[in-house]
């Protein structure tokens, strides 16, 4: 089992810059893959990046290309996701998914809790 827990969500108005983090424990050799996903409300939950074991690939949704940037610094076993220039359509809550998906884009096996961010306008 890996354990995934989120940090660093809060709130910020429109054009603001956050850092989310997730901290992995447990069986973390199952972590080939890492991922962000976010959920607004009434509404699915949606990917938004991912990225290799190794940092050598990485994938991101359309919707935030350009403005977030993933990483992951396996010596500590935690994912990164730095969000700029933020838009009150990126309010949801991010969930860390970790795991050996098919694509980058998932499934995944082990998922977080979640953390709210909210972006004001």
């Known amino acids: 089992q890996v354990q995934l827990v989120e940090s660093g969500g809060g709130l910020v108005q429109a054009g603001g810059s956050l850092s989310l983090s997730c901290a992995a424990s447990?069986?973390?050799?199952?972590?080939?893959?890492m991922a962000w996903f976010r959920q607004a409300p009434g509404k699915e939950r949606d990917f938004i990046a991912a990225?290799?074991?190794?940092?050598?690939?990485?994938a991101y949704a359309d919707s935030v290309k350009g403005r977030f940037t993933i990483s992951r610094d396996n010596a500590v076993n935690i994912m990164y996701l730095q969000m700029n220039s933020l838009k009150p359509d990126d309010t949801a809550v991010y969930f860390c998914?970790?795991?050996?998906?098919?694509?980058?884009?998932?499934?995944?096996?082990?998922w977080g809790q979640g953390t709210q961010v909210t972006v004001s306008s």
């Open positions: 998914a970790a795991g050996r998906p098919m694509t980058l884009r998932g499934p995944y096996d082990f």
């Open positions: 990225i290799s074991y190794s940092g050598g690939s990485t």
């Open positions: 447990g069986r973390t050799f199952n972590m080939a893959f």
